[in-house]
């Protein structure tokens, strides 16, 4: 009998399962959405039962588009949308209040009034390795709790649990036997100390959370229970966890110091594999845990860019230069070069290492053979520049990137891949699977129910599509860079 894993990959948008071959290759996949809520401004909810049921859906769904059984399923691997924050009943798993989403800004106030405590900010930064902020789960729960009716006496009585999504689907799972976390979910609680790896005690007290309602803490390869024989009729090992980003740097088998991955959608996350220093950066970045393995744990910085494939979508809906994404790259290769042309993004202020909410985009250098290829190029080229700036970025907080590998829509594109490399001077490699976040949670099941005996296998099941050079030397990469940091230069506000 072939061995074959099964990855969910439970998202921001949609669910999907996907089963994988031993040998790392996608057999099959099933893909659900589900419904977005935004009951007020700044607000993002979704509805736990339709969470679950994109996931059972795509569970039974993808073993109809293949030849594979459940029995062939030796594993299960999970990664997830990561800090959107679940609270429920332990007795009913009824939630008390769907799920607050990541992007959610409802907790901002709140934020804002504990940050005048300088104090508390700096040892929130230095145990958590994060920013005191709304996009974190401390105070979202802290939100349930004081907002939802009876919800912190049935919490202080020990009724009420806590996951992330993670979570949740593990509870779910395992019919109520399994309340558990990963390391890399666990760090994105503003909870978690990343040093001794511990739930903060003091942190706990700060946002009024009962110790009670928290998941354990496990490695990413561990056993977080079994599937219930119910749902796929095979009680399944639930061996593989981490949250979407760190699973897609196991994905990209990022093992080595110095190696990272970007991923280019809507926006970009970047992730630098620092090995056993957790760094903490000067810049505002997020230091976080990479994965967690036999206890030993790989720390990361974290970076991300607001507007990476959104500036794509804005030069076709907002300026209509394109139809679509795709045709962006030959348009961009007409491009003259060196035509002096930049854009910054800054539709919502700049991030790392700017940090100016007030800044707004602008292009510039525009002469009159300016065409729509130039506009086009400069913005696939801010996508890179600002890469460039996350670089710099993580390199002056201590940490040496040393190659890259990509995934995302917008790593399809090989003009934007040709140019990051020339603007990093490092090398900028494409996987052939670029499902990078459901391999690496298929990986770390994988590692601990045996299919794969150490990371190395791993390293060697990656396989490359694409390697993209530098071509330009380091002094054409400064002056183009000098052009992007003069452009920027013009647009700040702070
Ligand atoms: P998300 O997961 O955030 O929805 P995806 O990884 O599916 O994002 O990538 C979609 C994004 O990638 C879109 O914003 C789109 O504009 C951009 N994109 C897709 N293909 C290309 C391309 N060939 N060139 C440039 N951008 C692209």
Redesign the pocket.
Known sequence: MTQHLLAIDQ?T?SSRSIIFADDGSIVAMSQEEFSQHYPHDGWVEHKPDDIWSSVVNTLKNVFEKCDVSVEDIATLGITNQRETTIVWDRHTGEEVYPAIVWQDRRTAQMCSELSADSELVEYITNTTGLLLDPYFSATKISWILDNVEGARTRAEAGDLLFGTVDTFLIWRLTDKASHKTDATNASRTMLFNIHNQQWDTRLLKTFSIPPAMLPEVMDCAADFGHVSADLLGKRIPINGVAGDQQAALVGQACFEKGMAKS?????CFMILNTGDTPLISKNRLLTTVGYRLNGKVTYALEGSIFM??????WL?DGLKLID???E??ALAKRAREDNGVFMVPAFTGLGAPYWDPNARGAILGLTRDTGISEIVAAG?QSVCYQTKDLQKAMESDGARLVSLRV???????DW?MGFLSDILGAEVKRPTVTETTAVGAAFLAGLQCGIFTELATLTHCWQCDKVFTPRLNKAQRNTAYDGWKAAVARIRCS
């Open positions: 998202g948008t991923t280019y959608g809507t926006g990476a494939g959104a500036t794509i979508q076709r679509n994404a795709f962006s790259e696939l995934d995302g829509g917008m790593a399809k594109n934007v």
